[in-house]
């Protein structure tokens, strides 16, 4: 339970209500009742509030209609939402130790406070730091290391000598290092050329269920500080992702290929080989990338265009049947016309 006050001082906001007001939990505004709080992200949203429940709200600072009930005034209300839905369901971490059921190699260094579960598999020589957790099934190859407050959770997979860093989320079914897809062509027939580099994931990345990232075939493939990625996506060997990027489902981005800061792709976004992404760059859903795209650039489709470019183009691509058309009986026309001089 936390009152409105805290509330209003952990989100930086405007108080208008009782300080000590009691407020169990968050909930949206169809469901909160009078001991919750819930949001509003703006004036489209006036009627849900007003037949809410809540006993409390998170509201924009320019909420432009009369404040009958006790409310938290802030700049982003979805912002604010994130922020005290975390605060409501963080409970302390307690370290169960390790499992005598779970199988430990030699040479490792495990701090004491942290929750290896039964059926883990940890290899040699690993390093685990304080407060990580690894569910049931979890593999951990040798060499590996595990930064501080990392969890993994049940069946995800890390290869030998990849890094994970401080505060990292790992969802179920997740290969971090399997070999990165290179092959030499030799006649008829393919050579593999072995994949020797590692991965590393920098501090506070979370990354989906289901999501493979190949080690590099040398040096290796780095997902940035912050960066989030969401579930079934596919990243090459070599590729680079900057700090803070989002890689929304079923992205894929082949070898070698770099992102930079802040960068976010759409859904099935397809990215080739060997290309350099700038900082800020978005792209929209099932576009397809074929070159290299400057810094702070928007663009969709397959090829990838200019947003602006995408949407005239698409204008006009509904109407090709009709164009066609047109142009047929423009030819018989012209065709006619030519026939009787």
Known sequence: MKSLGDIAQLLKGELKGPPDLPIEGIQSLGTAGPDEISFALG??????????????FILPRDWPYPLGRPCVLVDDPYLAYAILATAFIERPFEAIGVSPEAHIGSGCEIAKEVSIYPGVYVGDRVKIEPFVTLHPGVYVGEMVSIGEKTTLYPNVVVYHGCQLGKRVTIHSGTVIGSDGFG??????SYVKIPQTGIVVIEDDVEIGANVTID?????????????KIDNLVQIAHNVSIGPDSILVGQVGISGSTRLGRGVVLGGQVGIIGHLEIGDGVMIGAQSGINKSIPAGQVVLGSPAMPHKKWKRAMAVFKHLPELAKEVRELKRLVKSKRGSE
């Open 215 to 227: 080690r590099a075939a040398l040096e290796e493939t780095r997902i940035g500080h912050g960066t």
């Open 43 to 56: 004036p489209r949203n006036r009627e849900d509030v007003e037949k809410s429940r809540a006993g409390a």
């Open 183 to 188: 092959y030499a062509r030799s006649g008829s």
